[in-house]
């Protein structure tokens, strides 16, 4: 796996095999492209290979790097956010 960090956080995962194209302006995921990752450059983020995300990944759960993965302490589950709307 590999993964994209911004900011600490780990945000993206993705397969090996997956074409990421980090650019100046975005990031272009596939190909042909698939996704586009607008608010990440190369000059905002880190790309880490060969890694292996806790099974309980989410984007911007954990924090990472490039060797440690640590629990997020601002990480707030989704769920729960919706769970406390009236």
């Known amino acids: 796996m590999k993964t994209l960090v911004k900011d600490s956080k780990s945000i993206y995962t993705f397969d090996d ?26 000059s905002n983020i880190t790309l880490y290979t060969d890694v292996t995300p806790p099974e309980d990944w989410t984007g911007h759960k954990y924090l990472f790097d490039g060797t440690t993965w640590t629990e997020n302490p601002d990480w707030v589950d989704p769920a729960t956010l919706e769970e406390e709307t009236p």
Do not use: F, H, K, W
């Not at 990421?20 to 450059?41: K, S, Y």
């Open 17 to 42: 095999a997956e074409v990421l194209d980090i650019t100046a302006d975005n990031i272009q995921v596939g190909e042909p492209v698939r996704l586009i990752i607008g608010d990440c450059n190369s």
